[in-house]
């Protein structure tokens, strides 16, 4: 009986598989399903980007959330973002394509009738756009009369200097993607970083070129010098390709949202000096818009922006700036609410029939801030609406100040309750 017992394959190691049931079982085993199969793993540099990403999102969101925080309306975004710019790698560009559209159908935005009204409060004895050629030239002539004749005079440089920056400009010329010049990495280190600028001719700049410049510097040059960059460099070229084309290139526009990573420079650089040119037409103002209303802006640098943009000059599109602005429903400081009270009744006595803008930008004033106006400033509004009017926005303003209680005011349930009876009941 011992004999006929089916003698058993012992394995000495029983922890160890042996070589003949490995190779049975890899015969036998089935192959994955699609569903099963194992996606590749994303490389580590590519999931800190992913993940440094979320975050800024994360932070962005947060601070919208908590409105009228003091604590986030002090802490700037700009550092914050700084820090990200820094990190990112400057030569991984890999360079956008001329068919991308920065920011959808804009056009539709543009009304031609719009258009025309507002071009009547553009100033018609403005100069052209200083850049910085102008600014340099005008130097060099200063200081040299014997250049004077020269159309583009050189800086008082190094011959070498010279050449290999002049070099560094022509190959900006052509640039669509990949590594940056390390001579122009440099560029914002140097005292006399704007002369060296100038040897590279930023007119000439692909807009791909531009787009890189733009992350250089923003990250690298302070608040100041940032500035100067984005009001002689920057703004010249993107109002240029708007006139030339009547659409901004993807990568200018992109520039323009690196540059607001800056929001004090952004403004002094770009907002203010557009809007004190007196020139701004409807299509510049939607497109430079659309950058403000989609990248979030800290509340201190709002205000300010706003309160300026109250006390400027009038030219039309500056209500559309600020309009924007109001629509982020930031907690304004009185101040700046009776600086924006102050901007409106300068028109009591106008004589102009005012854009539909202007009216949109007065109702998104009342809509939001209604409650924080005094009752005086609620009686010249009215007063105000007598004389400036439009069949469709005034009523809606009218109704906005009628349901609302004074600044410093605590809200009545009997009024509020009688209140929308009444509106009920129109």
């Not at 991308?100 to 756009?129: C, H, R, T, V, W």
């Not at 140097?190 to 590279?200: A, F, K, N, P, R």
């Not at 004190?276 to 300010?304: D, Q």
């Not at 102050?342 to 004589?351: K, Q, S």
Request: hydrophobic share 35%; aromatic share 8%; proline share 4%.
């Amino acid at each position: 009986m011992a004999k006929n017992k089916r003698e058993r394959n012992q394995n000495p190691q029983p922890f160890l598989a042996d070589d003949d049931s490995v190779a049975s079982r890899r015969k036998h085993s089935k192959a994955l399903k699609h569903h099963q199969k194992q996606d590749k793993m994303i490389s580590s540099g590519m999931s800190s980007k992913i993940l440094k990403e979320a975050l800024l999102q994360q932070k962005e969101i947060e601070e919208e959330a908590s409105g009228g925080n003091t604590e986030t309306a002090f802490r700037s975004v700009e550092e914050e973002n700084n820090k990200h710019e820094e990190e990112e790698d400057i030569d991984d560009f890999g360079g956008f394509s001329e068919t991308q559209s920065q920011f959808g159908n804009y056009d539709e935005q543009i009304d031609e009738d719009d258009e025309k009204l507002l071009e009547a409060f553009l100033s018609k004895d403005a100069g052209p756009q200083r850049t910085l050629a102008d600014v340099i030239i005008q130097k060099i002539k200063e200081n040299d009369e014997k250049v004077a004749s020269e159309t583009r005079p050189m800086p008082k440089l190094d011959d070498s200097l010279i050449d290999l920056y002049k070099g560094v400009g022509k190959f900006l010329n052509k640039y669509t993607a990949g590594k940056m010049p390390k001579a122009f990495k440099h560029i914002p280190s140097m005292q006399l970083w704007e002369d060296v600028l100038y040897l590279t001719q930023p007119e000439n700049w692909s807009p791909n070129a531009m787009f890189q410049a733009t992350r250089i510097f923003a990250s690298n040059l302070g608040a100041k010098k940032a500035e100067r960059f984005y009001r002689l460099v920057l703004l010249p070229r993107v109002r240029d390709d708007i006139r030339k084309n009547k659409r901004l290139h993807f990568a200018l526009y992109q520039s323009l949202k690196k540059a607001l990573y800056k929001p004090a420079a952004f403004n002094k650089g770009i907002l203010f000096p557009l809007c004190k040119s007196g020139t701004c037409n409807l299509r510049e103002a939607v497109i430079v818009g659309s950058v403000l209303e989609k990248v979030s802006i800290p509340m201190l640098h709002s205000s300010v922006a706003l309160m300026k943009l109250a006390e400027m000059e009038y030219c039309g599109t500056t209500s559309y700036f600020i309009k924007l602005l109001l629509e982020k429903k930031y907690a304004l400081p009185y101040r700046v609410v009776d600086a924006v009270v102050a901007h409106f009744m300068r028109f009591l006595e106008d004589t102009r029939i005012m854009p539909v803008i202007w009216h949109q930008s007065l109702l998104a004033f009342v809509q939001r801030y209604k409650n924080e106006l005094r009752k005086e400033d609620k009686d010249n509004l009215r007063i105000l609406l007598e004389t400036q009017k439009h069949k469709l926005v005034t009523p809606e303003i009218m109704r906005e100040l009628d349901n609302s209680r004074n600044r410093g005011e605590v809200d009545d349930p009997m009024k509020m309750s009688h209140r929308v009876m009444c509106s009920r009941n129109n």
